[in-house]
């Protein structure tokens, strides 16, 4: 079992929608986690650090469900530049490096 | 800061031949990481370092994959022979503490013909 899978999508949405992204995660003592985002032949980028209290950033929510052992990555009012690979993020208990999971990839349609 | 320097972009390389892949991190962060990217498998962790000391090297494919980092500016990746599997695109990054944010450089895309 992968330390954090999500689905791959691809997610086709129309300009102004909103649109969700689910991660889960196998550790249920992982503390840190992250959401990146990956434009299409770059590098990954941080998008979000993810908080126990859930946390936004302009039309981005992240929330933390530690029960369920998932995060999720809220987009409000789509934009074109929104379209990219999203990329779930977490750590493990005894290791300093971090897991990423495969990929979600958004489209966003004029 | 320039941020994660990698070169050289692009590799083109034959079967066989040995492979070196450069990292200089962000000045000031202890930790760096090397990951290989493909479609079907993602971002691998190949191998990390803290303070220029390998710590996990678990995620390196076999014995062809070698890494080092002399010092706290420079890391390598090589392979050496180089096989049309390796082909993908290897990123360093590197981070300031343990299980926090880590900053990518742009990345090297190797084709081994």
């Known amino acids: 079992r992968k330390e954090v899978e999500q ?17 889960t995660y196998s ?19 941080l998008l979000m650090s993810v908080y126990s209290s859930g946390n936004e950033d302009g039309r981005f929510t992240a929330q933390l469900n530690r ?3 998932y ?25 300093n490096n971090l897991f990423f999971g495969t990929g979600t990839r958004l489209t966003v349609i004029p | ?12 390389t ?6 070196t892949l450069r990292c ?18 993602g971002l691998e962790l190949l191998i990390y370092f803290n303070n220029n000391v390998p710590i996990d090297d678990s995620g390196m494919p076999e014995d062809r994959f070698s890494a080092k980092m002399p010092n706290a500016s420079f890391s390598t990746l090589k392979i050496q022979p180089s096989e049309p599997r390796d082909s993908a695109v290897y990123f360093c990054a590197s981070s300031p503490v343990a299980k926090n944010i880590q900053y990518f450089g742009a990345g090297t895309r190797l084709s081994v013909l």
């Open chain 1, 67 to 69: 029960a369920s052992q």
């Open chain 2, 24 to 41: 200089k991190p962000i000045s000031g962060h202890d930790y760096l990481f090397w990951y290989r990217q493909t479609m079907m498998r």
């Open chain 2, 1 to 12: 800061d320039a941020g994660v320097i990698q070169s050289p972009r692009h590799e083109v």
């Open chain 1, 7 to 23: 689905d791959p999508g691809p997610f086709n949405v129309p300009e102004g929608a909103t649109v969700a992204f689910n991660c």
């Open chain 1, 27 to 45: 550790n249920s003592a992982s503390q840190s986690f992250f959401w990146y985002r990956q434009d299409c032949r770059k590098e990954p980028k």
């Open chain 1, 71 to 95: 995060i999720s990555l809220l987009i409000r009012d789509s934009k074109l530049s929104d379209s990219a690979t999203y990329l779930c993020v977490g750590d493990q208990t005894g290791a």
């Open chain 2, 14 to 19: 034959e079967m066989g031949q040995e492979v």
